[in-house]
């Protein structure tokens, strides 16, 4: 063999285990799902394999679905809309301080290494009947007695926002990081006010870290299967919470791949969507 | 909008995003028995209890041995592939890197139900080895990401040196690339531990009958309700996931300055 053809075949060699790895565990399942939500899950026990249209049918057209779908991308919407109001000013403070940028990125990432599920439970600490913001208010004397204040949409909303808050600041940061200040400066010198500067000049510059960084947020929130169960009440159930109850707790296989299909159709087309006028590369700043 | 209202605004969401998690560190501290405010004192008997918790310290071990396998595979395999991706110039890279952080862009319950399904068709169904390979694929992109900012950095120039004073290539790899790409590994292996540590959703769909995680062990001690041992054991995961990386890079500090590098 030559030493071009070598040379050219080195990268697959190192490239195969993980290309390996991805289509075998993710994307011949994927595959492998589309074909199962077609077969049928028979009373009996056991899946009838074939080509049934009933999980599909029954996923579109059953009310139940539709409005716990449109449900779930109402609480992502929400919650990214949230988070980039909290975020963004947030970000922006970091990308122009001076002295505290390093310790602030450094708490920054803190939350990532903190396991999701106790940022999520902490919030019972704080809202629960015996929690903190009871207790103060109870000695304060506004309230009498504790008053449930969890287990609704709008504690799932805050326990999301709380998980999803940091995707949106360093997405946000990073765009705003690559923006030259000079650009506001010179604004600023032709006669715009600052708010002006920003709102014409920073403000359009950053909208791709904005994107990136919403789009992992409602991506992410649409998602997400552990914050109903341990924030919400019975009512708050979001999509995921019925994919793991067809799965786990039915064991009705055909009708959760039906179901898993279809959240990631539509969070599929969102992605595409992204990916079509922005390009993957923003998302892969914003994550590394 | 003043200079001044953003950075209240700053510490307002830096609070909002750390006070939660430090009453949790705070509350696994209380003497008090019902583990609720106000705190009666200061004790560490939540602490022991754990300890003595049988079905806790399983959990851990559990914990422990997948995070560390889960490292072991998911940076052996991202370290190949990020080379491939710095080094070569390989063509349709742009799709192989979309492909290679697949995993993060579907939702992790897709993934989760897509694996299961799957290695259960063929005669793998939930346990300890499905466990694994969700862990593994699920952590890979992580690591891509991570390994691939860091092997940028590196120049050819020293390896060029070492192949033309006659090494072979798989020397100047252990000699002279493997040394140099060292933090890349660390880092790499690290997220992929702490990312395996905290997972939940993934491994509530693989795990099999009896085996619990720290996460899903704190998920099903939270179906009770709230208890001052499950802030403690979330005070301990924090210490792991937070304080080890920390302590590592602190100690990676010391090292490259004596060696003075």
Known sequence: MSVEAREARQPWILLSPALGAVTFLLLVPLIFIIVYSFWLRSAIGGDQVGFYLDNWQKVLTDRFYRDILLNTLKIAAVTTFICALMGYPAAYFIARSKGSKMVLLLLLMLPFWISYIIRTMSWINILGTSGALNTLLVSVGVISEPVQMLYNEATVILGLVHFLLPFMVLNVYVSLEGIDTNLEDAATSLGATRWQAFLQVTLPLSLPGLAAGGLLCFVLGAGTYITPVILGGPRDAMFANLVFEAIITQLNWPLGSALSLLLLMVLGVLVAIYNRYLGMSQLAKGLG | ?261
């Open chain 2, 1 to 261: 909008m003043g200079w001044n209202a953003i950075r209240i605004w700053t510490v307002l969401v830096y609070g909002f995003m750390f006070l939660p998690v430090a009453v949790v560190v705070l509350l696994s501290f209380n003497a008090n028995q019902f583990g609720s405010f106000p705190m009666s004192g200061v004790s560490l008997r939540w602490f022991e209890e754990l300890w003595h918790n049988d079905a806790v310290m399983r959990a851990f071990r559990t914990s422990i041995v997948l995070g560390l396998m889960t490292a072991v595979i998911s940076t052996t395999l991202g370290i190949l592939a990020s080379l491939a991706l710095v080094r070569y110039n390989v063509p349709g890279r742009n799709t192989i890197t979309t492909l290679l952080i697949a995993p993060i862009l579907v939702p992790e319950v897709v993934l989760a139900v897509a694996l299961l399904l799957f290695l259960n068709w063929l005669g793998i169904g939930k346990s300890f080895a499905l466990l694994l390979a969700g862990h593994v694929i699920f952590t890979l992109p992580f690591v891509i990401l991570v390994v691939q900012a860091r092997l940028v950095s590196i120049k050819r120039d020293v390896e060029e040196a070492a192949l033309s004073l006659g090494a072979n290539p798989v020397q100047t790899f252990f000699s002279v690339t493997l040394p140099l790409m060292l933090p890349a590994v660390a880092a790499g292996a690290l997220f992929a531990f702490t990312i395996s540590f905290d997972d939940i959703t993934g491994t509530l769909f693989w795990k099999p009958g009896g085996v619990e995680t720290v996460p899903t062990q704190i998920f099903s001690m939270l179906r009770n309700s709230i208890s001052p041992e499950i802030n403690a054991l979330g005070t301990v995961m924090i210490i792991m996931t937070v304080g080890l990386p920390l302590l590592g890079a602190a100690v990676a500090r010391k090292l490259a300055m004596k060696s003075g590098t």
